[in-house]
């Protein structure tokens, strides 16, 4: 079996690759390729994950390639890896809303939408390419953000799958505190990617949510960000996201103050690089755990697997609504539970969801709706409206400002820009 990596170039690959290796006999790869414009970050990549594999005795070959056309040729499924404008578009999205009293984060809020803005159109220009190079191929996505990017994958008729590691990562964090094998846990985790809340923990069937906050809610809140009291009153886990929301100003005022994620991550990038050049590093260095993406191989291997070997078992997943969640039109990519198997994914009944979470997903879905429709056709009107919807800017002052200001700081990834639309 072949696997295409878009943005095999990133210093992420060896955490991909050595899930590979360790969990060989779920997926039976023969080849991956790397496929990524920059030759630089590719060639010291590639030959990493070739040393890795090596060591692993992993049979898969490791090949290269500069063109989707060409690497993805005869794959099974192509995993979309690719940040439109590195970590330099980054750091706008996460300092330039912080002028504007607004979050600065690259997936959500005025950040999230400048990524997606850049990275909608890139990623539907690849999908054809993949249809047409390998037609039978899933696309699985881990670019963000991740909701409105699968959005735009099913919306354009692909076969795609949205994933991201928050899922998992509680799942794991979970198993350890409870001190079981991860295995036994799932989730009952509903909402929209990046805006998602833990409503029920089951080990072996059974929900265990209740004895986890009672015995461990002081580390699951600093996991999170949010204060103790919060989570045990609510009786849910939110995501580490909803402290954007929960306490927005308080995060504002952190983020001013603070050194950006970006220039942090440009500067592990160099320095994971510089090791991936050493001939001699052979396993995937420490340093990596630091630049994030905590379990993204091992729920990558999984839903490849069970994508390609009809597996039938349960993974979160981001994919379209069809009436899962009432309450959202049936094309919102939502994340939730789903059976994954050679037919796709499809969602696993979820109980009702209260108002209070509800109100929130609805209001974001809406946002990621008009960010989609900006995203595909352009424009400053399209954009301002985005903002202007999104629950953490919502004031058409601020909402004209920032539409302006991420518009020209982002003008070279938008040719509807230069029209002056």
């Known amino acids: 079996m072949k696997l295409a990596v878009v943005g095999g170039g990133s210093t992420y690959t060896p955490e991909l690759i050595d899930g590979f290796a360790r969990l060989r006999h779920e997926l039976p790869l023969t080849e991956i390729t790397l496929i990524d414009p920059d030759e630089r970050r590719l060639a010291l990549v590639s030959a990493m994950s070739a040393r890795m594999l090596a060591r692993a005795g992993h049979p898969a070959a490791v090949r290269t390639a500069t063109t989707v056309e060409d690497g993805a040729a005869g794959a099974a499924a192509v995993l979309l890896q690719l940040r439109v404008g590195g970590q330099a578009a980054r750091g706008v999205d996460e300092t330039l809303p912080l002028e504007c009293g607004c979050v600065g984060q690259e997936t959500t809020g005025a950040g999230g939408l400048a990524k997606a803005l850049r990275t909608v159109p890139v990623v ?42 928050v899922a998992i990562g509680f799942q794991r964090r979970f198993a350890a505190a409870l001190g079981v094998d991860p295995g036994r846990i799932s989730l009952g985790h509903v909402g929209l990617n990046h805006l998602t809340w833990e409503r029920a923990v089951y080990l072996d069937g059974t929900d265990v949510l209740p004895r986890l906050l009672a015995e461990h809610g002081e580390d699951i809140a600093r996991d999170v960000g949010l204060p103790a009291k919060l989570i045990r009153r609510l009786g849910v886990v939110p995501s580490y996201y909803l402290r954007y929301f929960y306490e927005h100003d308080a995060v504002v005022a952190e983020q001013r103050v603070t050194p950006s994620r970006a220039g942090q991550v440009a500067a592990l990038e160099e320095s994971l690089l510089a090791m991936y050049a050493d001939p001699a590093v052979d396993t995937k260095p420490e340093l990596l755990e630091r630049r994030g993406g905590a379990f993204y191989s091992e729920a990558a291997v999984a839903l490849i697997a069970s994508l390609v070997g009809d597996r039938g078992d349960t993974q979160v997943v981001n994919l379209r609504n069809d009436g899962t969640l009432p309450f959202l039109p049936d094309d919102a990519v939502i994340e939730v539970p789903a059976r994954v198997g050679a037919a796709g994914a499809a969602a696993l009944p979820v109980a009702p969801v209260p108002p209070l979470y509800a109100g929130l997903i609805a209001h974001v879905t809406a946002y990621e709706d008009l960010a989609l429709e900006a995203a595909v056709r352009g424009g400053t009107d399209r954009v301002a409206d985005a903002l202007l919807a999104h629950p953490l800017i919502g004031q058409a002052s601020v909402s004209a400002e920032l539409a302006r200001r991420l518009i020209e700081a982002n003008r070279p990834f938008l040719p509807w820009a230069e029209t002056g639309r």
């Open 124 to 165: 539907l220009d690849i999908a054809e390419r993949v249809a047409k190079a390998a037609p039978d191929a899933w696309i699985v996505d881990f670019t963000n953000p991740v909701g409105i990017v699968t959005r735009a994958l099913l919306g354009a008729g692909h076969r795609a799958i949205g994933l991201c590691n």
